[in-house]
């Protein structure tokens, strides 16, 4: 997919940069910087269109190296994600819709890094970290957060909620929070409805009472199962003691027959009811509790597809040389910049 970079952001990130790391005074004494902050900011934006290398960035006067170890000094003041939240609020000023959020997890190769990282079940357990996100109707990445790549997604619901700015966003103007079955727990959804005022909406919608009689309901079956099998074994060695009856003393026979058919059919008669007791409970189907409209909001989750999908371009930006993540959480937010810009520049 071909990445369209607005001009606006580039713009935005210069003056950012320029704020925090004004360029030297040439008329200072001391040597002058050899690349100034505008290139290197154009070096980003190399890296995001074509995700080379740093050492193979060779249309600048320095080497990749350098560039990379000053993007971690603006990424260390959270320049690319002060970049990300002005986006945001711009977004957001001109009243686009927020009905409904979408929440959804990506894994993102990391294989020289030394924080952030966990063991990808996925991916031959290669070492990854995994980026939450969630977005808005319009596919806009609201909320970030990274994580290591061996934890559940739903340990990251509440840091991803967290992380939206909430001087420019109000959970109050939204009512669901929609997301795959990897989110569907009990805990979560009470947690998020009185934390944050929204709805967990997941593919499964058994509401707790219905978790509760399904969880009975199982639990009745494996008592049913474990009974059968009690019977099942009283019966077989009733059989087997049957079929050496005839080493007993003639005058033990007939009663100890009369006795063991007695417990036969007291056994069979036990087997009998259990199983059609299991097939009438079997016969009670799962009940999901889906409506029709909740539905259609689950069919928007194309949206997270879709920013998914741009994200999972970082896939190849692996990290090298620095070891504390900070250029590849920056290249995050950047991009999660690049998403908005774009989106402003279709619906502007």
């Known amino acids: ?44 934006f190399e890296i995001l269109k074509t995700g080379i290398g740093w050492e193979y960035l060779k249309s600048y006067p320095i080497k990749g190296d350098s560039i990379r170890k000053r993007i971690e000094d603006w990424n260390n003041v959270d320049i690319f994600k002060k970049a990300w939240l002005i986006m945001v609020n711009i977004h957001i000023d001109y009243g686009m819709p927020l009905d409904d959020l979408f929440i959804d997890a990506t894994h993102i190769k990391n294989y020289n890094g030394q924080n952030v990282i966990g063991r990808n079940f996925y991916d031959r357990f290669k070492t990854s970290t995994k980026m939450t ?6 596919g806009i990445p609201i909320g970030i957060t990274l994580g290591c790549g061996n934890k559940h997604d739903l340990t990251f619901v509440e840091e991803a909620l967290d992380s939206i700015d909430i001087g420019s966003f109000n959970y109050m103007d939204c009512q669901n929070l929609i997301a795959d079955k990897g989110y569907w727990s009990n ?49 077989n060695e009733i059989i087997n003691e049957l079929q050496t009856i005839k080493d007993y003393p003639i005058d033990e026979r007939k009663d100890n027959r009369i006795k063991m058919n007695d417990k036969l059919k007291e056994y069979k008669l036990k087997i009998k ?42 896939d190849r930006l692996l990290i090298r040389k620095d070891k504390n993540f900070s250029s590849f959480e920056g290249f995050v937010f950047l991009g999660a910049a690049n998403i908005v810009a774009r989106s402003l520049t279709t619906h502007i």
């Open 1 to 44: 997919m071909k990445i369209v970079i607005n001009q606006l952001l580039k713009e935005l990130v210069i003056e950012l940069v320029n704020l925090e790391f004004p360029e030297r005074d040439m008329r200072l004494p001391g040597r002058p910087r050899t690349c100034s902050n505008e290139q290197c900011v154009e070096a980003v």
């Open 133 to 138: 996100t969630i977005v808005d109707n319009n």
């Open 187 to 235: 805990d979560v959804q009470r947690n998020v409805e009185n934390k944050y005022k929204l709805k967990l909406i997941t593919p499964s919608m058994r509401s707790r009472e219905e978790g509760k009689e399904e969880k009975q309901r199982i639990k009745e079956l494996n008592s049913i199962k474990h009974k059968l099998r009690v019977e099942d074994k009283k019966l």
């Open 273 to 314: 009811q259990l199983k059609a007791t299991k097939r009438l409970k079997e016969r009670i189907k799962k009940k999901r509790g889906r409506k029709s409209n909740k539905d259609k909001k689950l069919g928007k989750r194309y949206v997270v597809e879709r920013t998914m999908s741009w994200f999972k371009r970082y």
